[in-house]
Every structure is written in C-alpha cells, then in structure tokens.
C-alpha cells in the first residue's frame, strides 16, 4: 500500500485559510487521493477525493500536484469546527475500497 | 437510516471473555468495512464485506476475531478470549463502493481488564 506523509500539526486562526499538505511519492496511477478529518470522540468524516484534476466541494479544495507526488487539502476559512485530525489517504482501484490511515496532522484553530 | 449505527458505545470484558460488536450500516450500501483504532490516531483495517460476503480479511487476526453481515440483520464482529490488546475503539464504515465516500460510525469503545 502506497504512503502518505503528513506534517503532524499545524495552527491556524479562526476565518483564515488553512492549507495542509501531503506528501504521496510513491502513487501509482490507480490511487485516488482521499482526505478524512475526525473530530474530537467522533468518527472519521469524509471531506473530498480527486484522481487528477483538482477538486472543490463544499467543505474544501484539494490541489494535485501535475506529478500526482502530493497533494493540498484547502480549507477556505477556518472555523473552531474544523479543530480535527485531517488524513490523507490513498487507496488503489486494486485495493477493495479499504482506507488506510496514516498519523494524520492534528489541526488547531484559535479564535 | 442515514447514519451508521454501533452498539454498545462502550463495552468493558475481563481478559479472556467474549465481546460482541454491532454495526447497522446505511440502507443501499452494499460494502461494510470494520476498523480498529488503537492508539488516538492509528487506524487499522479489519475486514470489509461486499453485502453478506466477505471481500476483503487482510486485517483481522483470524484466531479470535470474527465477522458476519447476515441479510436483514446488523453486522457484527466478535472477538473471542479478549486479550488487553484488544482495548480500542472500534469503527464500522459504509459505503455504496466504487470509491465513493465511506460513511464512518460513532464507534466501539472496548477495554479489556
């Protein structure tokens, strides 16, 4: 299974946008790029996935790199809500739909 | 439902006792994924099934874990002769399949004394 590394926290301020990094170097073609936050005593929420382009939903924007070797998670503006750990997730067209986690990076929000 | 429902929300065994853990996943969604988390942010896959077959058990230590997701009944995992490693919590996840988004349940708190 591919790896994904992950800064292991990182601060930001209420209304300011919030760009958390990934890194995937070992991708292959097949993987989709899947981002999960899990809340304090909650479970693992779905926030956005992308292949190849670059993606946007509701909740946030996930940039992909042009070489696919990592990717941005987006947050527009932060708010005390989005206090979670945000994980980056890689799962192949060869790999049963299963999610596998990495550490994750704790975000903080200050108002 | 929309929700993935787990029962019990916590469950305290004795070393060596049996525990039983139950998911009821989103009506529609055909594949039920189980996940151990051990430490705040380790996850581990356990197993998925696609409807009541097992599709995927690269992750369950097949000597005292079991699952099952038996038509019109809640999905279950069991674990035989807990031991106090088996302490986490315990999440069951849904989904329709081809990469769309699991849908994550609140959890299973075991603690093995």
């Known amino acids: 299974d591919a790896k994904t590394t992950q800064p292991n926290s990182m601060e930001s301020n209420e209304e300011e946008p919030v760009h958390l990094p990934c890194n995937h170097s070992?991708?292959?073609?097949?993987?989709?790029i899947h981002w999960y936050r899990q809340l304090p005593s909650q479970g693992p929420e779905y926030v956005i996935h992308?292949?190849?382009s670059n993606v946007n939903n509701r909740m946030a924007s996930l940039a992909i790199a042009e070489d696919r070797k990592s990717s941005t998670l987006i947050l527009h503006r932060a708010t005390l809500r989005d206090a979670a750990v945000y994980y980056c997730?890689?799962?192949?067209?060869?790999?049963?739909?299963?999610?596998?986690f990495g550490t994750g990076t704790r975000l903080q929000v200050f108002p | 439902g929309e929700e993935v429902a787990q029962t019990p929300k916590h469950l305290v065994r004795g070393e060596g006792q049996k525990a039983k853990l139950y998911c009821a996943p989103i009506?529609?969604?055909?594949?039920v994924f189980w996940y151990q988390q051990v430490l705040k942010n380790e996850f581990k896959f356990l197993i998925s099934?696609?409807?009541?077959?097992?599709?995927?058990e690269t992750g369950m230590p097949k000597e005292r874990f079991s699952a099952k997701c038996l038509p019109n009944s809640p999905c279950s995992l069991e674990i035989q002769a807990t031991k106090l490693e088996d302490s986490a919590v315990y999440f069951c996840?849904?989904?329709?399949?081809?990469?769309?988004?699991?849908?994550f349940g609140q959890g299973t708190r075991l603690t093995v004394v």
């Open positions: 099934f696609q409807n009541e077959n097992v599709f995927d």
């Open positions: 997730i890689l799962s192949s067209s060869y790999n049963t739909d299963k999610l596998i």
């Open positions: 009506k529609g969604h055909s594949y």
């Open positions: 992308g292949l190849t």
């Open positions: 996840a849904s989904s329709r399949g081809g990469y769309t988004e699991a849908f």
């Open positions: 070992t991708i292959s073609g097949t993987d989709y």
